[in-house]
């Protein structure tokens, strides 16, 4: 079962699929159970309790070979990650234009269950199909890389849930300027399809800085080539927790 959670609920509201969702694997309970007015009529949670989010992370992750390609085998996700330019989003494998990539994404998501409130977060955007998926020998391409992010608090989603069912969700909070500055999405002419790939890491001390000098600071083409988000991760003590995706062809395919 290819079930693409973020896709597979778009048909109720953005906001509400979003708050509904963060709130269920936080709280273990089934949609809806956070409020006390009825579910939405068009509301399609009925099949939520046989249906884990997580799983389906998981499962998009395999059936794209995200895992192992860029994600070793293992990865167990601690919450979930939503990646939006307006109403595009990535959505574990759905396909985006150049045009819908272009500017910056909005960044969502919420604390694991064990985390701490105080928590920053890492995100890392690569591209491991430079220049080409037969033929990957610059990827993985770091297309950006932000640290010091925070996840709204569970709280504030809790409220604007009861709210407004209807009102966009909350992102997540930048407090430092980008380590690699956003590059978006360019593959070249024949080189088809492309993986693009999220992963977000959970900071080991709040006021985590990447090392001055470091390969993630350099911003010109030869210098993202070739770079390991994951094992990145692990020179300085981050855990992954969230990953996301989506696919984008070459301008000519």
């Not at 595009?88 to 701490?116: C, H, M, V, W, Y």
């Not at 080409?132 to 409220?159: E, N």
């Amino acid at each position: 079962m290819h079930s693409d959670i973020l896709s597979v609920l778009g048909t109720v509201s953005p906001g509400r699929v979003y708050h509904e969702v963060i709130l269920t694997h936080i709280r273990g309970s089934a949609p809806g159970s956070a409020r006390s007015a009825p579910p939405h009529p068009d509301s399609i949670v009925v099949i939520m309790p046989s249906l884990s989010p997580f799983d389906s992370v998981i499962e998009a992750l395999n059936k794209h070979q995200i895992i192992p390609d860029v994600i070793p085998e293992g990865f167990v996700p601690l919450t979930l990650l939503n990646i939006a330019w307006g109403d595009k989003e990535a959505q574990l494998g759905n396909e985006l234009t150049k045009a819908d990539t272009t500017n910056e994404p909005n960044i969502r998501f919420a604390p694991g269950s064990d985390d701490n409130p105080d928590s920053t977060y890492t995100l890392a955007f690569l591209d491991p199909d430079a220049p080409s998926r037969a033929d990957p020998k610059f990827g993985p391409f770091r297309h950006w890389v932000i640290t010091g992010l925070r996840a709204p608090s569970v709280d504030a989603i809790t409220q604007l849930a009861k709210d407004d069912t209807t009102a966009a969700p909350i992102g997540a909070k930048s407090t430092k300027q980008a380590t690699t500055p956003y590059r978006p999405p360019g593959p070249g002419p024949g080189t088809g399809v492309h993986r693009y790939v999220f992963l977000l890491f959970r900071e080991p001390t709040e006021g985590f800085e990447v090392p001055s000098g470091s390969p993630e600071y350099g911003a010109e083409l030869e210098q993202r080539r070739k770079w390991s988000g994951v094992e990145f991760g692990k020179r300085y003590g981050l855990r992954l927790v969230a990953a996301n995706f989506f696919l984008l062809k070459a301008a000519d395919q």
